[in-house]
């Protein structure tokens, strides 16, 4: 039928970073959904949803020196994923899209908890070869305050992956705001403007 249904468990799942030597243990589950249209040479992938459920991912970080543990929890519910152009390139007309209802960070430790919901992103591939992202949402801190932000100019790249413009505004409940400029180049980096003043005494943002 093309529509494939699974779910990809982790038990005690056991990784280490060659670079830092950090064990990361994962435990938990996601239940996923891939749709796709059946042709004579393969699947054409159409959708992809998925779901943590209520208990969503343990990762437990630990340090194999002894150092500090940190235990997270991640969850999230309602990712959809949707292709633009089965079998070929997003365009401005039919971008990809992906939608996220919650997205839940717990720390275990300390029980501090950040959401983001109703987070949105489009993209597609441009005509000079390179691309175009949009994307927007509503962010929380673990003390229940929130903001809302939205790519007011979308972040785009030419066709050799460097960065050409794009900026980000992030908005307070209480009516503040940040934007976030990119700054073109081959390195994703940004400008930063707080309620309408340039943060010059910063440095660029990497």
Same mark, same amino acid.
């Given at each position: 039928?093309?529509?494939?249904?699974?779910?990809?468990? $982790?038990?005690? %799942?056991?990784?280490?970073?060659?670079?830092?030597?950090?064990?990361?243990?994962?435990?938990?589950?996601?239940?996923?959904?891939?749709?796709?249209? !059946?042709?004579?040479? /393969? !699947?054409?992938?159409?959708? $992809?949803?998925? *779901?943590?459920? /209520?208990?969503?991912?343990?990762?437990?970080?630990?340090?194999?020196? &002894?150092?500090?543990?940190?235990?997270?929890?991640?969850?999230?519910?309602?990712?959809? %994923?949707?292709?633009?152009?089965?079998? /070929?390139?997003?365009?401005?007309?039919? !971008?990809?899209?992906?939608? +996220?209802?919650?997205?839940?960070?717990?720390?275990? +430790?300390? &029980?501090?908890?950040?959401?983001?919901?109703? $987070?949105?992103?489009?993209? $597609? *591939?441009?005509?000079?070869? /390179?691309?175009?992202?949009?994307?927007?949402?509503?962010?929380?801190?673990?003390?229940?305050? %929130?903001?809302?932000?939205?790519?007011?100019?979308?972040? +785009?790249? *030419?066709?050799?992956?460097?960065?050409? =413009? =794009?900026?980000?505004?992030?908005? &307070?409940?209480?009516?503040?705001?940040?934007?976030?400029? +990119?700054?073109? &180049?081959?390195?994703?980096?940004?400008?930063?403007?707080?309620?309408?003043?340039?943060?010059? *005494?910063? !440095?660029?943002?990497?």
């Amino acid at each position: 039928s093309g529509v494939t249904t699974a779910t990809l468990a $982790f038990s005690d %799942y056991c990784t280490v970073d060659s670079t830092t030597g950090n064990e990361e243990v994962l435990s938990g589950s996601l239940s996923f959904v891939n749709t796709a249209t !059946p042709t004579d040479s /393969g !699947p054409i992938p159409t959708k $992809f949803t998925a *779901d943590t459920g /209520g208990g969503g991912i343990n990762a437990l970080v630990r340090t194999t020196s &002894g150092g500090t543990v940190s235990s997270e929890t991640l969850a999230f519910s309602g990712l959809a %994923y949707t292709v633009g152009v089965p079998g /070929g390139n997003p365009t401005a007309a039919s !971008p990809d899209r992906m939608v +996220v209802n919650e997205v839940k960070q717990t720390n275990v +430790v300390s &029980g501090k908890v950040r959401r983001q919901t109703g $987070f949105t992103m489009t993209s $597609f *591939d441009t005509a000079g070869g /390179g691309s175009q992202m949009s994307y927007s949402g509503r962010g929380y801190r673990s003390n229940g305050e %929130y903001f809302d932000f939205s790519t007011t100019t979308p972040i +785009v790249t *030419d066709s050799t992956g460097k960065y050409t =413009g =794009g900026a980000i505004t992030f908005t &307070g409940s209480g009516g503040s705001t940040a934007v976030v400029t +990119v700054v073109p &180049g081959a390195t994703l980096q940004a400008t930063l403007m707080v309620n309408g003043t340039i943060e010059s *005494d910063l !440095p660029t943002c990497q």
